[in-house]
Nanobody, 115 residues
Framework: QVQLVESGGGLVQAGGSLTLSCAAS????????MGWYRQAPGRQRNLVAT???????NYAGSVKGRFTISRDNAKNTVYLQMTSLKPEDTAVYYC?????????WGQGTRVTVSS
């Protein structure tokens, strides 16, 4: 059974930086495309960034140039480095496979960006 645990969120001022981590248990991690998703208050969950097993990346337009996704297959961990944060980046951030698997959703990590 795969379990994903997100960490690294917090409160930061606009223009600041945070790095999120997603630790995965289970044996399927290294072969899967992984993604970071976020859900702002009152809004649906959206895909922010993806990374393939070969470390090819893709980003939503709203974060391109500011966020960097990476992975360490030896540690079964996916990272999301976030810079130049904006108040509109405020959300709970989740990781999951792409496409997402319903029973992989963790509790997420909350990011709050103050103006």
């Amino acid at each position: 059974q795969v379990q994903l645990v997100e960490s690294g969120g917090g409160l930061v001022q606009a223009g600041g930086s945070l790095t999120l981590s997603c630790a995965a248990s289970g044996s399927v991690f290294s072969s899967r495309t992984m993604g970071w998703y976020r859900q702002a208050p009152g809004r649906q969950r959206n895909l922010v960034a993806t990374i393939t097993s070969g470390s090819s990346t893709n980003y939503a337009g709203s974060v391109k140039g500011r966020f960097t996704i990476s992975r360490d297959n030896a540690k079964n961990t996916v990272y999301l480095q976030m810079t130049s944060l904006k108040p509109e980046d405020t959300a709970v951030y989740y990781c999951n496979a792409l496409p997402p698997t319903s029973n992989y959703w963790g509790q997420g990590t909350r990011v709050t960006v103050s103006s």
